[in-house]
Nanobody
């Protein structure tokens, strides 16, 4: 049974920072492309960033220069360091593990950027 558990969400003021974590159980982590996605109220889920098993990264234009994705294969954990947060970053953030054989989602963690 594969589980992805996100943590680190919360309420932060505009311009602030948060770090999200995604802990993966099972043996899939090291062979997975890991990703962060988000879904704001009334909007479709969208890609935030992905990181391959070898460390190559990809970011949505809206977060480039502000967010950093990373992974620790020894800890089966992925991170998203978010800085210079804006109200439009408010959403539920989900982590995803995928390969050509599988795709798993976490349950999501709420990030609210508001003064």
């Amino acid at each position: 049974q594969v589980q992805l558990v996100e943590s680190g969400g919360g309420l932060v003021q505009p311009g602030g920072s948060l770090r999200l974590s995604c802990a993966a159980s099972g043996s899939i982590f090291r062979v997975s492309v890991m990703g962060w996605y988000r879904q704001a109220p009334g909007k479709e889920r969208e890609l935030v960033a992905t990181i391959a098993s070898g460390g190559s990264t990809n970011y949505a234009d809206s977060v480039k220069g502000r967010f950093t994705i990373s992974r620790d294969n020894a800890k089966n954990t992925m991170y998203l360091q978010m800085s210079s947060l804006k109200p439009e970053d408010t959403a539920v953030y989900y982590c995803k593990a995928e390969s050509i054989f599988f795709s798993y989602w976490g349950q999501g963690t709420q990030v609210t950027v508001s003064s």
